[in-house]
């Protein structure tokens, strides 16, 4: 397998700085193929190849935009988890992040396209937290029958309820009372 054109790797680069400068600043209605080019320098020529339907370009700012707020982990799992969901609280707070998220989730039920883009921002917001929680349960912090996904649910579902729900900013202290929660919900094992 060849390795990418670097002008390609360059352009695509330059493309995704701009289009999240974009989300950060407008929201999603700013994000477009024209204002990225605009933005970039880039031609709608190169972004329409790269990111032929508008959602591709929403997947592709939004997962990058996640992936550049992830904390480094500690190996701690109460810290890992603070510091994982103080990241997602942060993004909810954002407003133009906040505001694309209510976006696509609504039309994901109506768009194909912004369906794939909801479950890719899903498996890529909640990737962190189900590493620290397999690794934890690995090394026997937390129980060894743990459902992942479930726990997945109980550390992000609130934040995300309280927020795009029910429309109400929280601190990070909420934050970690969840994670502090999950954790008394979970104890380390007892040593056998």
Not at 41 to 62: C, F, H, K, N, Q
Not at 86 to 99: D, F, G, I, N, R
Not at 117 to 122: E, G, I, Q, R, S
Not at 146 to 151: E, H, I, T
Request: aromatic share 6%; proline share 8%; no cysteine.
């Amino acid at each position: 397998m060849r390795p990418p054109d670097p002008r390609t790797v360059r352009s695509r680069d330059t493309a995704l700085v701009s289009a999240r400068e974009l989300l950060i600043e407008q929201g999603l209605s700013g994000l477009t193929h024209g204002a990225v080019a605009a933005r970039s320098g880039i031609s709608r020529a190169t972004l329409y190849r790269l990111w032929p339907e508008a959602p591709d370009l929403v997947r592709a700012t939004v997962v990058q935009h996640i992936t550049l707020s992830r904390p480094p982990r500690t190996g701690e799992l109460r810290a890992d988890l603070r510091a994982a969901l103080s990241a997602t609280h942060a993004m909810l707070h954002e407003p133009a992040v906040e505001q694309g998220m209510r976006v696509i989730v609504e039309r994901a039920g109506v768009d194909p396209g912004f369906a794939a883009v909801k479950d890719a921002l899903y498996r890529t917001g909640t990737e962190p937290v189900r590493e620290i929680l397999t690794a934890a349960v690995t090394e026997g912090d937390l129980p060894p029958d743990l459902d992942v996904d479930l726990a997945l649910d109980q550390l992000h579902g609130p934040l995300f309820f309280r927020r795009l729900i029910a429309n109400r900013p929280f601190d990070l202290e909420y934050t970690w009372s969840v994670v502090d929660d999950f954790l008394r919900a979970n104890p380390k094992p007892a040593l056998q």
